[in-house]
């Protein structure tokens, strides 16, 4: 069964996600537009944690977070 969906319907989320080549990681976060602050913080939180390296809000948001189609 196919679903038709118009270019009216096309929405967007932001995701962010580890460079699975380089590191074998595999995060993933996908969330709504009004919650990109959780996004990065917990994105903060896991590469420190991971990976053990510290990135400001800022970084994050311009390197890291993109807007994809859901």
């Known amino acids: 069964m196919a ?14 996600a580890c460079d699975t080549e380089v590191s ?3 995060f993933l976060m996908r ?3 009004e919650d990109k602050d959780r996004l990065v913080e917990i994105t903060r939180d896991h590469v420190r944690e991971r990976h053990g ?6 970084e994050i948001e ?3 977070v993109t807007e994809v189609e859901v």
């Open 3 to 16: 679903i038709e969906h118009s270019d009216e319907e096309t929405k967007t989320a932001l995701q962010v």
């Open 62 to 64: 311009a390197e890291h």
């Open 24 to 26: 074998g990681c595999v």
């Open 53 to 58: 390296k510290e990135y400001t809000r800022d």
């Open 31 to 33: 969330t709504e537009e």
